[in-house]
T-cell receptor, first 115, second 113 residues
Framework: KAGVTQTPRYLIKTRGQQVTLSCSPI?????VSWYQQTPGQGLQFLFE???????NKGNFPGRFSGRQFSNSRSEMNVSTLELGDSALYLC??????????????FGDGTRLSIL | AQSVTQPDIHITVSEGASLELRCNYS??????LFWYVQSPGQGLQLLLKYFSGDTLVQGIKGFEAEFKRSQSSFNLRKPSVHWSDAAEYFC???????????FGTGTSLTVIP
């Protein structure tokens, strides 16, 4: 069974640009969550999608948005990029929602660097 | 607010020695508890989870963890560490009324020959 696939693996952008990251969950998984990982802040929750609906959102500005498609694939978009957005962005999928206590399965992440 | 504390930022152990990584959580009820491991340049891999029942849970790669309600702890243990265990370890909590994973800040494990 294929794992969680994130594309691209690496991305370099400049300030002010926007970026879209993609996540394909494990087949059958309906929940997709996104996290930002930085050395200073650790792992921070961005949002969770389940059945194409955003269930929860972390404490991030509106520049961070996402969506989920009918096949459970998800995209995350960051607009007006700032230097502080440089991070590893991780996607995780699970059968049920986070609140169900379902363990999450993580992709290898997209490393975003802002110049 | 829920929080997860991993008091040890970095631990160094000799190969073959035993290991214990500490995790404490702050929440009124018993949450769902997880341990994940992250190797450099990769995502997180689930080691084990606790929902209810037996307080000693077995995971992959020879790891186990013990839930202690009185101490609000969920410490990870391994009797004999292998060089391949060198990685970053994260404890995570989800409350049964919650909506997200709360991760600890991680413990970096170095294994010396």
């Amino acid at each position: 069974k294929a794992g969680v696939t994130q594309t691209p693996r690496y991305l370099i952008k400049t300030r002010g640009q926007q970026v879209t990251l993609s996540c394909s969950p494990i087949s059958g998984h309906r929940s997709v969550s996104w996290y930002q990982q930085t050395p200073g802040q650790g792992l921070q929750f961005l949002f969770e999608y389940f059945s194409e609906t955003q269930r929860n959102k972390g404490n991030f500005p509106g520049r961070f948005s996402g969506r989920q498609f009918s096949n459970s694939r998800s995209e995350m978009n960051v607009s007006t990029l700032e230097l502080g957005d440089s991070a590893l962005y991780l996607c995780a999928s699970s059968l049920g929602t986070v609140a169900d206590g379902q363990p999450q399965h993580f992709g290898d992440g997209t490393r975003l660097s802002i110049l | 607010a829920q929080s997860v504390t991993q008091p040890d930022i970095h631990i160094t152990v000799s190969e073959g020695a035993s290991l214990e990584l500490r995790c404490n959580y702050s929440y009124g009820a018993t949450p769902y508890l997880f341990w994940y491991v992250q190797s450099p340049g990769q995502g997180l891999q689930l080691l084990l989870k606790y929902f209810s029942g037996d307080t000693l849970v077995q995971g992959i790669k020879g790891f186990e963890a013990e839930f202690k309600r009185s101490q609000s702890s969920f410490n990870l243990r391994k009797p004999s560490v292998h060089w391949s265990d060198a990685a970053e370890y994260f404890c995570a909590v989800v409350t049964n009324t919650g909506n997200q994973f709360y991760f600890g800040t991680g413990t970096s494990l170095t294994v010396i020959p």
